[in-house]
Structures are given as structure tokens and as C-alpha cells.
């Protein structure tokens, strides 16, 4: 499956941002897929997962802000960000695994997924 992010740009702190991940190939419906970001100088993070069943998981900076869902026909997972903050700036990159209940979950993320698309930068001015 190939990954395509898209739908970022600039924003003020305190508005919203939909961010897509797109795929190619068939059965996107049976893909964990999850949001992650990296903000300059610091390591690449856990944000957002949901698994073929609908189920969502956030780490803890982006709950009640930020809701990940999926549109199975149109093979898309999306991001909304509500109450940005500039500490939300970063490149957002969307990455899946088949949904066999053996991706890494530990510590309040998930780790190690096999596809990766390019990411999609969304800034968040003060």
C-alpha cells in the first residue's frame, strides 16, 4: 500500500486543520492506520491510530483536540485538529499496518508500522 498525506498549511493558534492520508491499493479497510509528527530538532512522535474497527487512540497532548476517522471508500484516513497550538507545528506523516492485532502498542503508542507516506507540514502561528 502506498500512503499519501496531504492538506496542511499555516495556521493561527487556535483554528483548525484537516489533514488526509490516501492509499493505493486494496483493502485499506483492514489497515491500522496511524498519525505521527516531527517538529524540528526533536524526534518523530506518536499522535493518532485507528484500527480497522474504528477504535482510536491519542497521546495525551492532542485528546479532545484532534479526532482521527477513516472513509473506507474513499480508501482515506483523516486527521482534524481543533485548538491548535504552535507546539502543534510539525511535518504530520500517516503510516499503516494490516490490522492482525500484532502492531506494537506500548507506552501509549504504536511503534514500528510497515508503510509510510511523505508527510505534510502544518504551522501553527502565536
Known amino acids: 500500500v502506498q500512503l499519501q498525506a496531504s492538506g496542511g498549511g499555516s495556521v493561527q493558534a487556535g483554528g483548525s486543520l484537516r489533514i488526509s492520508c490516501t492509499a493505493s491499493?486494496?483493502?485499506?479497510?483492514?489497515?491500522?492506520t496511524g498519525w505521527f509528527r516531527q517538529a524540528p530538532g526533536k524526534e518523530r512522535e506518536f499522535v493518532a491510530a485507528?484500527?480497522?474497527?474504528?477504535?482510536?487512540v491519542y497521546v495525551d497532548s492532542v485528546k479532545g483536540r484532534f479526532t482521527v476517522s477513516r472513509d473506507n471508500a474513499e480508501n482515506t484516513v483523516y486527521l482534524q485538529m481543533n485548538s491548535l497550538k504552535p507546539e502543534d507545528t510539525a511535518v504530520y506523516y500517516c503510516a499503516a499496518s494490516w490490522d492482525d492485532g500484532k502492531s506494537a502498542y506500548f507506552g501509549g503508542a504504536y511503534h514500528n508500522l510497515d508503510y509510510w507516506g511523505k508527510g505534510t507540514q502544518v504551522t501553527v502561528s502565536s
Open positions: 491499493g486494496r483493502h485499506f479497510s483492514n489497515y491500522l
Open positions: 485507528i484500527n480497522s474497527k474504528r477504535a482510536t
